[in-house]
Nanobody, 123 residues
Framework: QVQVAESGGGSVQPGGSLRLSCSISTFSSGGQCIAWFRQRPGKEREGIATIIQGLPWHDESVRDRFSIRQDNAKNMVYLQMSRLNSEDTAMYYC??????????????????WGQGTQVTVSE
């Protein structure tokens, strides 16, 4: 069983930055997909970034502001977020796939989920 845990959320003013961290108990040697999702108030959960074997993908809504990074030595994945605005207010989730060598930014692709960390952007 893979354990996933997020940290690093909080409250920030518009234009500010945050770094979210995701701890994964076991990284598959074959290369599993790790993703960040978010769920904004009243909206469905959406995939915003994935990484597999060091190769990142970012949704166009965050591509120029967010960056996903993987540290295999620490079993950690990070999401660096900058130039935050009110539209980024959401619960952010980290997820890990069971499959290896493929990656899709869709919730039903991921088997292991963290509890989420809240990010609130306001004055």
């Amino acid at each position: 069983q893979v354990q996933v845990a997020e940290s690093g959320g909080g409250s920030v003013q518009p234009g500010g930055s945050l770094r979210l961290s995701c701890s994964i108990s076991t990284f598959s040697s074959g290369g599993q997909c790790i993703a960040w999702f978010r769920q904004r108030p009243g909206k469905e959960r959406e995939g915003i970034a994935t990484i597999i074997q060091g190769l990142p993908w970012h949704d166009e809504s965050v591509r120029d502001r967010f960056s996903i990074r993987q540290d295999n030595a620490k079993n950690m994945v990070y999401l660096q977020m900058s130039r935050l605005n009110s539209e980024d207010t959401a619960m952010y989730y980290c997820a890990a796939s069971d499959a290896v060598r493929i990656c899709r930014p869709q919730a039903d692709f991921f088997k292991y989920w963290g509890q989420g960390t809240q990010v609130t952007v306001s004055e």
